[in-house]
């Protein structure tokens, strides 16, 4: 039992492994905004709004420093599942897939009776998803619209589902501001920007630097 609720969330901590940021000058491009998918903003001011989410519930919890601590990546993890979720939403869109407010709320009862309540629930999210309690429908959702794209085109494993991402990824255009670096359309992820300078330079990294000590710009910007 324990195993299948720590299942549910399995997502969402991958991407809490996510490598550190470059902290790179903004886009000129398209001043303010984080990135820009398929001609839609993603402004730093929404990224931010997650962010901040997720640290005041984190500060309420008895385990707010080793919360902090897990999650130092945290800019990175939300900007790459908003992106993410827009990716998704036209794959599904191509699939002829449509989510109703109904199934998400299934979803969700069936993910708190695995739980074991609403508070469980929120604990485990917090903990190993890095999700402020309103951020976890969005992450329901997520999934349902992953198991109902996966049922449409046949897919039986999350490989099977990467052509369809990939395409609809390609599609959108992700422009990512380099401040938080950039995205991979083949791999459907946020990758390090690389400046051309970088790509001709090869820097040997330091000894003994661990990717928990470098701190991500737009996370502590929103923690003051």
Known sequence: MHRRRRTALSVSVALLAAGPLLAACGSTAHPGAAAVVGGERIEVSALQAEVKDVRTAQQKSPQSAQLIKDSGQLGKVKLSNMIFDRVLARAAEQAGVRVSPKEVQDARAAMVRQAGGEDQLREQALGQGGLAPDQIDTYVRRQVTEQKLAGAIGARTQQDLLPALVKASKELKVDVNPRY??????????????????????????????????????????TG
Not at 196 to 221: C, F, H, N, R, Y
Request: glycine share 4%.
């Open 181 to 222: 670096g950039s995205w991979n359309a083949s791999q459907i992820q946020l990758a390090d920007y690389q400046a051309p300078w970088i790509a001709k330079t090869k820097v040997a990294p330091l000894q003994g630097a661990a990717d928990d000590q470098q701190v991500d710009p737009e996370d502590s910007a929103s």
